[in-house]
């Protein structure tokens, strides 16, 4: 059983343009997080979706950034006319249905790496 | 507020030696409770959890923790460190429920060392 998917694992971008990230959950899973972590820094939550709803958005900037997770494919990060202060980690995570086993357990993917030039 | 707070963000310690990495959270129950570890470029690895019962949880990789809500700590313990435990650790802290935990909060990290 493969684990939660991100891609790609770096992307550069310079500023102005726009980053896509993807995160594929692992099978069966049907709840999506996604976290942020600076440099030097823990892990920040962003938004958290589940399929074709956002839940909590609480952590998600106000402007360029947005997330979906359709109800087919993966789900998206998507990051507007990015500025240096965006680059960082982006980690994705994913949980079983509510009252699964294990459905109070996250389970992260390798995360993206954005560098804005 | 929820927050969460690893003390100490730097922790040297040589292999073979016991390793304590303190976690201190703030929520206004009793939250469930992680322990993830992150080696360089990678994701998390969930060590251990705690949800409710016996306080003293084991994890994987030969961790343990230790709630106390008196203290509101929830601790990291290894008795004897090898030099692959080398990583960033992060406690965090999940609402507690039937359903999922939903959004997580996490310490700033610990990043251990060991020396040989």
């Known amino acids: 059983n493969a684990g939660v998917m991100q891609n790609p694992r770096h992307l550069v971008r310079r500023r102005g343009q726009e980053a896509r990230l993807r995160c594929s959950p692992m099978?069966?899973?049907?709840?999506v997080y996604w976290y942020r972590q600076l440099p030097e820094e823990g892990l920040k939550f962003m938004v958290y979706?589940?399929?074709?709803?956002?839940?909590?958005e609480s952590g998600m900037p106000k402007e360029r950034f947005s997330a979906e997770f359709p109800k087919e494919g993966p789900s998206i990060l998507r990051i507007q006319q990015v500025v240096r202060g965006d680059s960082a980690a982006y980690f994705c995570?994913?949980?079983?249905?509510?009252?699964?086993?294990?459905?109070?357990?996250?389970?992260f993917g390798p995360g993206t790496r954005l560098t804005v030039l | 507020a929820q927050s969460v707070t690893q003390p100490d963000i730097h922790i040297t310690v040589s292999e073979g030696a016991s390793l304590e990495l303190r976690c201190n959270y703030s929520y206004g129950a009793t939250p469930y409770l992680f322990w993830y570890v992150q080696s360089p470029g990678q994701g998390l690895q969930l060590l251990l959890k705690?949800?409710?019962?016996?306080?003293l949880v084991q994890g994987i990789k030969g961790f343990e923790a230790e709630f106390k809500r008196s203290q509101s700590s929830f601790n990291l313990r290894k008795p004897s460190v090898h030099w692959s435990d080398a990583a960033e650790y992060f406690c965090?802290?999940?609402?507690?429920?039937?359903?999922?935990?939903?959004?997580?909060?996490f310490g700033q990290g610990t990043t251990l060392q060991v020396k040989p």
């Open positions: 705690y949800f409710s019962g016996d306080t």
């Open positions: 099978k069966g899973h049907s709840h």
């Open positions: 995570a994913s949980s079983p249905p509510s009252g699964t086993r294990q459905s109070n357990e996250q389970f």
């Open positions: 979706l589940q399929k074709e709803n956002i839940i909590d």
């Open positions: 965090a802290v999940g609402a507690p429920g039937s359903g999922n935990t939903g959004k997580l909060i």
